[in-house]
T-cell receptor, first 110, second 114 residues
Framework: EDQVTQSPEALRLQEGESSSLNCSYT??????LFWYRQDPGKGPEFLFT???AGEEKEKERLKATLTKKESFLHITAPKPEDSATYLCAVQAGTGNQFYFGTGTSLTVIP | DTGVSQDPRHKITKRGQNVTFRCDPISEHNRLYWYRQTLGQGPEFLTYFQNEAQLEKSRLLSDRFSAERPKGSFSTLEIQRTEQGDSAMYLC????????????FGPGTRLLVL
């Protein structure tokens, strides 16, 4: 069965303290891996799409990387406004649905 | 383009009542998806449309749930005889083929069944 696991479940960082979030997956025929940010009570906001191992995408303080079994979301010098839940999703095989992990809740303390 | 919109944003209903939610996708997007999200969990797939055709349905979508996209534009999700377990955030997303698989989400409809 296709699975997506995110770790840690929750992460507290001091402002400026860089860290990484992990998304590991076991799927057949990965077609894409997607990162979203979700604020409380709102819908997920698209961040990155990664299609193949070795690919990297960057946006402001965030950088996403992909290997054959996992993806990392690196956060460099985070600010309090980066506090949110970060969701990882995969699309695999012939289906079009996304399989989501349960997310990492990030809190950045001033 | 204003993105994906959903209406209403919040709905409180009593057990046993029927509810209907609407989703308006990004205008040129031909795929539309419905997901359900409960507290502390990631979104779970319910169903998706390509234009007006409903192509996939999750086993989560019991016979009390029905979705339509009559003209390939907006979509509705109806829940009949609501149960307390239906309380969740209902999310709509859209994507454009063939240019990409990325799904863009709306703000969601939060349903509370009393």
């Amino acid at each position: 069965e296709d699975q997506v696991t995110q770790s840690p479940e929750a992460l507290r960082l001091q402002e400026g303290e860089s860290s990484s979030l992990n998304c590991s997956y076991t799927v057949s025929g990965l077609r894409g891996l997607f990162w979203y940010r979700q604020d409380p009570g709102k819908g997920p906001e698209f961040l990155f799409t990664l299609y193949s191992a070795g690919e990297e995408k960057e946006k402001e303080r965030l950088k996403a990387t992909l290997t054959k079994k996992e993806s990392f979301l690196h956060i460099t010098a985070p600010k309090p406004e980066d506090s949110a839940t970060y969701l990882c999703a995969v699309q695999a095989g012939t289906g079009n649905q996304f399989y989501f992990g349960t997310g990492t809740s990030l809190t950045v303390i001033p | 383009d204003t993105g994906v919109s959903q209406d209403p944003r919040h709905k409180i209903t009593k057990r046993g009542q029927n509810v209907t939610f609407r989703c308006d996708p990004i205008s040129e997007h031909n795929r539309l998806y419905w997901y359900r999200q409960t507290l502390g969990q990631g979104p779970e797939f319910l169903t998706y449309f390509q234009n007006e055709a409903q192509l996939e349905k999750s086993r989560l979508l019991s016979d009390r749930f029905s979705a339509e996209r009559p003209k390939g534009s907006f979509s509705t999700l109806e829940i009949q005889r609501t149960e307390q377990g239906d309380s969740a955030m209902y999310l709509c997303a859209s994507s454009e083929i063939p240019t990409g698989e990325t799904q863009y989400f709306g703000p969601g409809t939060r349903l509370l069944v009393l």
